[in-house]
């Protein structure tokens, strides 16, 4: 886990996210927390649980965003869920272990990416010997027998140095070559209503042993086959065990669950219905979220320190919907506050995925140099805000239904006007949106 201090992460963040300096600092604090807990003594770690937070907001404000970047900052393990996907356990859908699961396979390719870094070099080396050996097949003759000839073997040398050569200055990469692949055979079907996924760990991998990985022969350009060999090399090199000892360490450490649209498990007071699949998946979050042990294929899986991130809009209910004991798990609420114009003028701008900033890069690859003034800036954001109060409000995500109404007819055009400057002002956009921003009937269906 990365050394952030709060200030680091909230400085990070701002890159990337306006506003919302009130959740920032609430997820800054509660990183910054985890690698506290990280280096106190093990008797005083188990007792630190981590802040798990409720994110309360309207749709477009940037709870998602902000969970997302917080997890790539200190490079942990994050999965997002939809809490309307679960269903309670004997109900047809997933259950909410299953969330735990995904996490771990995310940390296992994490983990296996750091180790493949470690071995990248004897793997390609490994690699380009049996590119060599594909490319030119050892004579039977040259096989172990006794009386070779030596000035055989010593022309076979200086060919393979050659061919070696051409390999490493990329003259042979189209060049076809016969290599074997091994295939893993695909999931044995069984008589059940749920997926394979939500099988028992245990009676996956007998369904995995059952029907072993096959081999058989492919021709593939070289640049294929350099690809396909490199992964079977790095195979050879890792440790797996390793690897999954490592994973659910740090899926068990430093994991962060987000769970989504958690506000449509809130019950209406009903007792019968979609309320009761609902309160039966809060019951069943309730120990995942307090800490419990996960089953899965690799093993299990403690959720005690993993950190749970909820959101919700919460537009037809309250968090105090939530079964009591569900609220209580998720103890830190942090409200964010709905944008403004001048808000969509900062997000139009400053981020450095900005969408002026990308539509540049895009038209930038036909040639088409891009500008936006400032005067048009103004109108998107002010056009976008009023389309939020004058119909649904979606947030952010208004900017890019409104800059794709814009950018739809030179985005359309640009392949035959390379090496043009076209400059986007408020005069065009006014034009672009004449007629449907004004009309609020039309701005529902259109925009």
């Not at 044995?188 to 042993?209: A, C, H, I, K, W």
């Not at 809060?282 to 749970?308: A, K, N, W």
Request: proline share 4%; hydrophobic share 40%; glycine share 6%.
């Amino acid at each position: 886990m990365k050394e952030l201090t709060p200030q680091e992460v909230v400085e990070a963040l701002n890159r990337h996210i306006v506003g919302q300096e009130a959740a920032k600092r609430a997820a800054a604090v509660a990183v910054r927390n985890r690698w506290r807990r990280q280096q106190l003594p093990e008797a005083v770690r188990a007792e630190i649980a981590p802040a798990n937070m409720m994110l309360i907001g309207p749709t477009g404000v940037g709870k998602t965003e902000i969970a997302r970047r917080l997890a790539q900052l200190v490079n942990a393990p994050f999965v997002k869920v939809e809490a309307t996907k679960f269903t309670e356990v004997g109900y047809h859908g997933r259950d909410v272990d299953s969330m735990v699961r995904d996490l771990l396979e995310l940390a296992i390719h994490m983990v296996r990416d750091e180790q493949t870094r470690v071995v990248e070099d004897e793997a390609k080396r490994r690699t380009v010997e049996r590119l060599l050996d594909a490319l030119m097949p050892t004579p039977e003759t040259d096989r172990g027998e006794e009386g070779v000839d030596g000035e055989a073997l010593e022309r076979r040398r200086r060919s393979r140095d050659k061919l070696h050569a051409r390999l490493e200055t990329g003259e042979m990469e189209e060049s076809r070559v016969d290599i074997t692949i091994e295939q893993k055979a695909p999931p044995v079907g069984v008589m059940t209503n749920v997926g394979f996924d939500q099988l028992d760990p245990d009676v996956q991998s007998f369904l995995e042993r059952l029907v072993p990985p096959q081999t058989k022969r492919r021709s593939v350009t070289v640049r294929e086959a350099r690809k396909i060999l490199f992964e079977q090399e790095c195979d050879k090199l890792i440790d797996r065990e390793k690897v999954i000892e490592r994973a659910i360490r740090r899926c068990e450490d430093s994991g962060v669950i987000f769970i989504d649209e958690i506000d449509k498990l809130a019950s209406t007071g009903q007792t019968h219905g979609p309320d009761v699949s609902r309160q039966g998946v809060q019951r069943d979050l309730l120990p995942i979220i307090e800490g419990s042990t996960v089953s899965t294929r690799y093993g299990p899986v403690r959720t005690d320190h993993i950190l749970f991130i909820a959101a919700g809009a919460f537009h037809g209910s309250k968090p105090s919907d939530l079964m009591p004991e569900l609220q209580g798990r998720l103890p830190i609420r942090v409200e964010l506050t709905d944008l403004n114009e001048n808000d969509f003028v900062r997000i139009l701008t400053q981020p450095e995925n900005a969408l002026t900033k990308q539509h540049v890069a895009l038209m930038g690859t036909e040639g088409v140099f891009l500008e936006f003034t400032e005067d048009a800036v103004r109108e998107l954001a002010a056009t976008a805000y009023r389309l939020n109060q004058s119909t649904d409000n979606i947030g952010a995500r208004r900017l890019m239904t409104v800059m794709e109404r814009v950018m739809e007819e030179i985005s359309f055009s640009a392949p035959h006007r390379s090496g043009e400057t076209i400059r986007v002002d408020a005069a065009y956009v006014r034009k672009r949106l004449s007629g449907i921003a004004d009309d609020a009937d039309l701005s529902r269906f259109i925009l």
